[in-house]
């Protein structure tokens, strides 16, 4: 299995927008689980967004925080996840990680994932 990482992080101003990638985050059954996860100091690592994709269906999931404001989506092709972030706050501000799970279960709960990146950095502030 590919290592995951992510990539796009940086500074912004409120009400700026970031574009999150992450690379090697393909599947090689026929259901995946792709999830974004954000950590700010003094907090627990939240789940952000995610995308399940199964044989009959699919399901996208976010945060009540980031709702109209992220979304998520992935490219099979170059097998990458993105994470597109609009309108950001500086609650917002933290370490941006993304991770796969191949269970066949999916939730915004980092317990169903088995595979992480390294994190990247987002900051928000005037």
């Known amino acids: 299995h590919v290592p995951l990482v992510e990539s796009g992080g940086g500074s912004v101003q409120p009400g700026g927008s970031l574009r999150l990638s992450c690379a090697g985050a393909?599947?090689?059954?026929?259901?995946?689980?792709m999830g974004w996860f954000r950590q700010a100091p003094g907090k627990e690592r939240e789940g952000v967004a995610r995308?399940?994709?199964?044989?009959?269906?699919?399901?996208?999931d976010y945060a009540d925080s980031v709702k109209g404001r992220f979304t998520i989506s992935h490219d099979n092709a170059k097998n990458t996840l993105f994470l597109q972030m609009n309108s950001l706050k500086p609650e917002d501000a933290g370490m941006y990680f993304c991770?796969?799970?191949?269970?066949?279960?999916?939730?915004?709960?980092?317990?169903?994932?088995?595979?992480w990146g390294q994190g990247t950095q987002v900051t928000v502030s005037s």
């Open positions: 393909g599947y090689t059954d026929s259901s995946y689980c």
């Open positions: 995308l399940f994709i199964f044989r009959g269906g699919n399901s996208i």
């Open positions: 991770a796969t799970g191949y269970r066949g279960l999916c939730s915004r709960d980092r317990s169903l994932y088995d595979f």
